[in-house]
């Protein structure tokens, strides 16, 4: 199947600062990826829509301000959680979609703000 | 009610046995449906598609019921590996996944 990579693969940073994660389809273009959050023992929640070359659209109740999305290549988008703090803390996802409803899934990247 | 819904388990199942998931949701204008697979500190996999003429792929058989918005996984001859969280996975149409919360099932010697 398709790949995909996300980097880094896990953070751990001070509360205040910003971390940005890239996520790269390595094998196909993507014109859309996809943003989701997973907290522990939940389902995996959709943050926002990356499109590439235009602004990214966020689900009700995630703040683009404080996760920016840019999705600047039709390979690679990144996620930067400005001014982290403890409660974002959590398993950050991205996919991309090949083709039509398949999507797959980059590894995860595992944040947590001391 | 939760757009979609299934039992969080965990499934305590020895080797060999035969294990059923269920999953309902709430959007009739729902058009796709998975299952998708879940290890502990990894990334969902696509597990297999669910379509109403229901599907097979060698152990694993999905079902949907439109009428009913209800989706089943049945797995036969469970293995060690088969060990996970199963996540049921429903799509409007738009690439946007609605994902359950799992069911987790645990395989055991």
Redesign the interface.
């Known amino acids: 199947g398709a790949v995909v990579s996300q980097h880094p693969s896990w953070v751990i940073c001070k509360s205040g600062t910003s971390v940005k994660i890239e996520c790269r389809s390595l094998d196909f273009q993507a014109t859309t990826m996809f943003w989701y959050r997973q907290f522990p023992k939940q389902s995996l929640m959709l943050m926002a829509t990356s499109n590439e070359g235009s602004k990214a659209t966020y689900e009700q109740g995630v703040e683009k301000d404080k996760f920016l999305i840019n999705h600047a290549s039709l390979t690679l988008s990144t996620l930067t959680v400005t001014s982290a703090h403890p409660e974002d803390s959590s398993f950050y996802i991205c996919s991309a979609r090949p083709v039509a409803e398949t999507q797959y899934f980059g590894p995860g990247t595992r944040l947590l703000v001391l | 009610r939760k757009e979609?819904e299934q039992d969080?388990g965990p499934f305590n199942v020895p080797e060999g046995a035969t294990v059923a998931f269920n999953c309902t949701y709430s959007n009739s204008a729902s058009q796709?449906f998975f299952w998708y697979r879940q290890d502990c500190?990894?990334?969902?996999?696509?597990l297999m598609s669910v379509y109403s003429s229901g599907n097979e792929d060698g152990r694993f058989t999905a079902q949907l019921n439109r009428a009913s918005q209800y989706i089943s996984l049945l797995i036969r001859d469970s293995k060690l590996s088969d060990s996970a969280t199963y996540?049921c996975v429903v799509?409007s149409?738009y690439?946007?996944?609605?994902?359950?919360?799992?069911t987790m099932l645990l395989v055991s010697p």
């Not at chain 2, 690439?95 to 799992?102: D, E």
């Open positions: 979609v969080p796709s500190r990894k990334e969902p996999k696509l996540l799509s149409g690439s946007t996944l609605t994902f359950g919360k799992g």
